[in-house]
C-alpha cells in the first residue's frame, strides 16, 4: 500500500504543481521518474510519451498511467492516474465557483498571461530533452522534419503521422538488422 500511496502523491506532486497540459508536465515527470525516483529510464519514459501521444487522452495522464501499470500492475496505473487528476479536479472546481466574480480583474489577466509565457518554456523545454534522447541520426532528423511538415502545413491527423512514422522506423531498423551498412553502427545488438 506504501508504494501505491508513493505513486498516488507523486503524480499528484505533479498534477497540482503544473500548468498548461500534458506536454508542459513532461520535464517534471522526467524529474520524478527517472531521476527522483529511478522507475523507469529516459528511454521508457520517452516510450511512454510516444505511446501516450498516440493514445486517446492527455499524454501526461497516459504516462503516469503506464508508469503505475509498469510499477504495480492495475492498481498502480489506476493510483498514479489519480494522482495526477485529483489536483486538476480540486482546481478547476474552486476556480470555477470563484472565477466569474474575478475574471475581469486585470491582476487576474495579467496573471493568466504571465502563466502562459512559462508554459510555452516548459513545453520547449520538454521539446528539447526529448530531441536529445530521440534524434540519434540523419533518419531521425529526415522522420521528424517531414512529420513537422506534414502535421504543421497539410494538417493531417498527428495519429496518422505518429502510425506512420512507427512503421516507417520498423521498416528502417528491420532493413539495418538484416544488412548493416559499412560506417555504421550496428543498433540492433
Same mark, same amino acid.
Not at 9 to 16: D, H, K, L, V, W
Not at 42 to 63: H, L
Given at each position: 500500500?506504501?508504494?501505491?500511496? !508513493?505513486?498516488?502523491?507523486?503524480?499528484?506532486?505533479? *498534477?497540482?504543481?503544473? $500548468? *498548461?497540459?500534458?506536454?508542459?508536465?513532461?520535464?517534471?515527470?522526467?524529474?520524478? /521518474? /527517472?531521476?527522483?525516483? !529511478?522507475?523507469?529510464?529516459?528511454?521508457?519514459?520517452?516510450?511512454?510519451?510516444?505511446?501516450?501521444?498516440?493514445?486517446?487522452?492527455?499524454?501526461?495522464? !497516459?504516462? +503516469?498511467?503506464?508508469? *503505475?501499470?509498469? &510499477?504495480?500492475?492495475?492498481?498502480?496505473?489506476?493510483?498514479?492516474?489519480?494522482?495526477?487528476?485529483?489536483?486538476?479536479? %480540486?482546481?478547476?472546481?474552486?476556480?470555477?465557483?470563484?472565477?466569474?466574480?474575478?475574471?475581469?480583474?486585470?491582476?487576474?489577466?495579467? =496573471? @493568466? *498571461?504571465?502563466?502562459? /509565457?512559462? %508554459?510555452? +518554456?516548459?513545453?520547449? !523545454? =520538454?521539446?528539447?530533452?526529448?530531441?536529445?534522447?530521440?534524434?540519434?541520426?540523419?533518419?531521425?532528423?529526415?522522420? $521528424?522534419?517531414?512529420? @513537422? &511538415?506534414? %502535421?504543421?502545413? &497539410?494538417? &493531417?491527423?498527428? %495519429?496518422?503521422?505518429?502510425?506512420?512514422? $512507427?512503421? /516507417?522506423?520498423?521498416?528502417?531498423?528491420?532493413?539495418?538488422?538484416?544488412?548493416?551498412?559499412?560506417?555504421?553502427?550496428?543498433?540492433?545488438?
Amino acid at each position: 500500500m506504501k508504494d501505491l500511496w !508513493n505513486l498516488f502523491i507523486t503524480f499528484a506532486r505533479i *498534477g497540482s504543481l503544473t $500548468f *498548461g497540459g500534458g506536454y508542459a508536465m513532461l520535464p517534471m515527470i522526467q524529474e520524478e /521518474v /527517472v531521476k527522483k525516483h !529511478n522507475w523507469a529510464t529516459d528511454e521508457e519514459v520517452i516510450d511512454y510519451y510516444a505511446i501516450g501521444q498516440s493514445t486517446p487522452g492527455i499524454i501526461a495522464i !497516459n504516462t +503516469a498511467t503506464f508508469i *503505475g501499470y509498469k &510499477l504495480k500492475g492495475v492498481i498502480g496505473g489506476i493510483f498514479a492516474t489519480l494522482g495526477m487528476v485529483f489536483p486538476s479536479i %480540486v482546481i478547476i472546481t474552486i476556480i470555477a465557483i470563484f472565477f466569474e466574480q474575478f475574471q475581469d480583474l486585470k491582476i487576474v489577466q495579467h =496573471a @493568466f *498571461g504571465g502563466i502562459r /509565457v512559462v %508554459v510555452v +518554456a516548459l513545453i520547449l !523545454n =520538454a521539446i528539447i530533452n526529448m530531441w536529445k534522447k530521440s534524434i540519434k541520426d540523419y533518419i531521425g532528423i529526415i522522420i $521528424f522534419s517531414v512529420s @513537422f &511538415l506534414v %502535421v504543421a502545413f &497539410l494538417k &493531417l491527423s498527428p %495519429v496518422a503521422v505518429v502510425i506512420t512514422s $512507427f512503421v /516507417v522506423g520498423l521498416i528502417i531498423q528491420q532493413n539495418r538488422i538484416e544488412t548493416p551498412r559499412k560506417g555504421f553502427k550496428d543498433d540492433s545488438k
